[in-house]
């Protein structure tokens, strides 16, 4: 089954922007049910996620911690574990160096926190989104070795940092590189040279020479296998003595905490929520509803989030905002501090600061996302393959946020460049299809710096390449219309007389939803929609009365954007059907795609619909 839906063009044209895919994977729905007690619907939506094998449909189903992978089998784990264990033994002074996002800051908290139980002299810099830019440069390594610091390690960056690493050395210092971005690499007689910075260790899932069974976990997670491991060596001189079974109870404890923090970090950093992290948001998930981080139980207080109802939307979408907010318009230090809380009270102060910054960059990034439109509409680059967007008076850390708004409306690559101190900065956001690192490995000599990963990057240039850089990368650009046009995948066509409060409480053993395990999608052809009115604080949701082809009423929710769907029945049924619906004198019929779920209002639990695509 395809189908499309509609958009009005700014010539009035209406053209074809979505194309809908019923998921037709093969298995024996039947046999699955019955092997694990789940309906053949849930057994259809598992296949839809890839999994073909019973052993992975158990992990799916019931994986816990113990299903995760060894840290020992990330590339220099071992290395990395004997220096720093050494480092600690001769009391060398460590500064652990991460960066401004949520899992720059997770990975320097999980880091920081994991050296000082171990005993370790540590500190911990995270660079200032402005003035220092991205990762290692080599003022930081200078005032490192200025402050005495013995051995560098990083988190969540350091992967691209050849000639810092090298300074470091030769001012007699050890770095110790933990990450998970894209290598570096140059293309030799037609084959992929990876540049590998010259650390002691470099432990890095996406190196080539790296063969640990699931590559896209996140910085935090890293750094969480970095402190699992340095514990397991401990743990072997814990055996024999209380003092040491005390200590390995301590140790334990500490890595449940840290799990919460790597939870978070894989969330944030929109990491796939399959195999082993969606076991790791899973676990992390249940400890966080009962948090030994008064930072975290804060911060879920000032955002009025009930803690047993928590969910990966809630990380993604409420308490990551917050952290990022402080590296974006002060420092990230303030969100490393909210974690690092040791009370109540300090936490609390903490957590409103983080809201109070996290409201005010909601008002600028609306504000920036209203320049990008009229930019686009202005230069006329709405038919350019890859956006280029320059927005110099735009605060420079909203770059990401706005090239991510305006990716989603257009499905477009999107880079938003903005007037840093002294160069232009900027961030990118890409599609499926485009993979955003290797396109900027193509024109990188546009860039005096820039790194990410297929989805995500971030650069420096000079202002004068602009126009240059765009040209190159639209130039290189392979990319078709239909890749331009959004794809919803579509688990089951499934009327609504097919759905109950049972199958809606069975699907939410599918939780944590997120990338690469969304929510279900189904599917119902030819609705009446017969009447509605607006809900919300500012009525910009609906609550609409349908008509099923059987003749049933139900109500179906929608969150999305009712001016668009408006214009959709305007456009369809002809002016003012809007309107008529409004008024409950609708008549119009149209298949959706929607969620099922349950909400619960003044003690009653009901099933919900939530219309999601419309054609």
Known sequence: MTAG?????????????EKWFVAAKRADFNKWAQEFG???????????????????????????????YSPWLLKDMDKAVDFIETAITDAVAIRVIGDYDVDGICSSYILTKGFTFLGAKVDTVIPHRIHDGYGLNHQLIEEAHTDGVGMIVTCDNGIAAASQVELA??????????????????????????????????????RSDCTYPFSNICGGVVAYKLIQAMVERQALH????????????????????????????????????????RILVKEGLKRMRTSRNPGLRALMEVNELQPKNLSAYHLGFVLGPCLNASGRLDTAGR????????????????????????????????????QAEAYIQEHGIEKDKVMLIFLPDVHESLAGIIAGRVREKYNHPVFILTRGEAEVKGSGRSIDSYHMFEAMTAVKQYFTKFGGHKLAAGLSMREEDIESLRKALNENCKLTEDDFCSVVHIDVPMPFAYATEELARELERLEPFGVGNPKPLFAQ???????????GKKKNFARFRVQTPDGR????????????FGAFLDAKYGAGSEEALYDGKGDFKVSVVYQLGLNTYMGKTELQFVMQNYC
């Open 5 to 17: 839906c509609l958009f009005q063009s700014k010539q009035g044209e209406w053209q074809a922007m």
């Open 335 to 370: 969100a490393l501090e909210l974690l690092q809380s040791s009370s109540r009270h300090e936490a609390m102060m903490a957590a409103r600061e983080l809201k109070d910054l996290n409201d005010s960059r909601k008002n600028l990034t609306l504000k920036g996302v209203e």
């Open 38 to 68: 789940i309906s053949p619907v849930l057994a259809r939506i598992l296949r839809n996620r890839e999994l073909t094998k019973e052993s992975q449909i158990e992990q799916f189903l019931n994986g816990t911690l113990k299903d995760c």
């Open 169 to 206: 050395a030769t001012l007699g210092m050890q770095v110790i590189v933990t990450d998970h971005h894209e290598v570096p690499f140059i293309e030799e007689n037609g084959e992929r040279r990876e540049l590998l910075p010259p650390a002691l260790a470099v432990v890095d899932p996406k």
């Open 553 to 564: 009423i139900e109500q179906v929710v929608y969150f999305g954007d009712l001016e668009q």
């Open 525 to 535: 052809k030819d609705l009446i929609f017969r009447g509605g009115f607006k809900i």
């Open 238 to 277: 814990w055996q024999n003595d209380s003092v040491g079974a005390h200590r390995q109870q301590e140790a334990q404890e500490l890595l449940e905490e840290l799990l919460e923090t790597a939870a978070l970090a894989t969330v944030c950093d929109v990491m796939d929520l399959v195999d082993e992290n």
